[in-house]
């Protein structure tokens, strides 16, 4: 197929129309949300959009309400900025600290709680400002996880991902390396035999995959993850509980289903995050601890994550309880 011809990841209003993926009536309004925060489709998930209000296109394709910001809603909802001793590292916990080496992603959720700083042409680290991000791992022995996320780190190059596991295995203090990444599923082809070379690392190594619907376990993804794990990645799940997506009882018994048959074991699901024009996704807590308590006992107990909140002011996640 001449190179002109290969299907291209959607990255505007005027793009999803011509695809099919959004009503012409609503173009206008998409491109001004589309100013603030970045679009990207790729062919991958567009072929799994039936309709813009389906579950995986209601994650993807951009609504106008996203502009119109709720009396609680923040920019920062995680509160990661008071928590970042050198610029792209982000510590809440004693022994364990993020790295965002940059802030592309495969796609941008609608949901994001990093949605006012993620996008395609931000947030790459200079070389120095890695190599700074990397002396304070190095200078702060506390710290034995480094989880890799942005952004999404499977953006970088087979090359530079490399450098980093050489990078992290010069450091003793350091036991674990986990990543935290939509690519396998929102851009399988992505996982390449190289990609998947340069993961390997002299540190324990985890890779957490982000999905909210069975339908995201497509034939290209489960093969992205079956060659993560021969090559003997550990393989664990984040979903965020989100209206019209997967909020009853059958989706999340499919999703958990689908995770664990990829050999993905389903670690948190998080109540989302209050980040700007969200508010259609919002499901309360009260409603999310009723669907994962219907779980316990109807699915395997591999299949059970742990539901998570953050608290306000960046304390960290907590398991989500009744009130009183
Ligand atoms: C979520 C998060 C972690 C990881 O938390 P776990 O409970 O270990 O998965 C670490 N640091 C920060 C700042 C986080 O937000
Ligand atoms: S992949 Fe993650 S960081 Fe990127 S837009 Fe989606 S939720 Fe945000």
């Not at 796609?107 to 994001?112: D, G, K």
Request: glycine share 8%.
């Amino acid at each position: 197929m001449p190179d002109d011809a290969m299907p291209r990841t959607m990255r505007s209003a005027q793009a999803l129309v011509a695809a099919g993926l959004l009503d012409p009536a609503a173009e206008a309004a998409v491109a001004r949300v589309a100013e603030r925060y970045a679009i990207a489709v790729t062919p991958a998930v567009a072929g799994l959009i039936g309709a813009p209000d389906d579950p995986i296109g209601r994650q993807y394709i951009p609504d106008a309400a996203e502009l119109i910001t709720a009396p609680d809603e923040i920019e920062d909802p995680t509160a990661d900025a008071p928590f970042t001793p050198v610029k792209g590292v982000v510590r809440r916990y004693p022994d364990r600290a993020l790295l965002k080496p940059l802030l592309a992603c495969p796609v941008y959720c609608r949901f994001c709680f990093r949605r006012e700083v993620v996008g395609p042409d931000g947030g790459l680290l200079t070389e120095a400002e890695l190599a700074a991000a990397l002396d304070w791992l190095a200078a702060t022995p506390a710290i034995r996880e480094v989880i890799l996320t942005g952004g999404d780190p499977l953006m970088l190059s087979p090359r530079r991902l490399s450098a980093l596991m050489r990078a992290f295995g010069q450091i003793p203090h350091l036991e674990i390396v986990r990543v935290h990444s939509r690519v396998p599923v929102a851009d399988p082809a992505r996982v390449t035999p190289e990609l998947v070379a340069a993961l390997d690392s002299d540190k324990a190594f985890f890779l957490c995959v982000h999905a909210n619907h069975a339908r995201e376990f497509s034939a290209e993804a489960a093969a992205a993850l079956r060659r993560l794990s021969r090559a003997g990645v550990p393989l664990l799940g984040q979903s965020v509980l989100l209206r019209g997506v997967n909020d009853s009882p059958e989706t999340l018994e499919d999703l958990f289903r689908a995770m664990l048959r990829c050999r993905v074991k389903p670690y948190y699901l998080h109540q989302l995050d209050k980040a700007p024009g969200t508010a259609r996704f919002r499901v309360p807590a009260e409603e999310g601890l009723a669907l994962v308590e219907g779980l316990r006992g109807r699915i395997s107990g591999l299949a059970q994550p742990t539901y998570v909140t953050e608290t306000p002011g960046g304390g960290g996640k907590v398991p989500v309880r009744r009130a009183g």
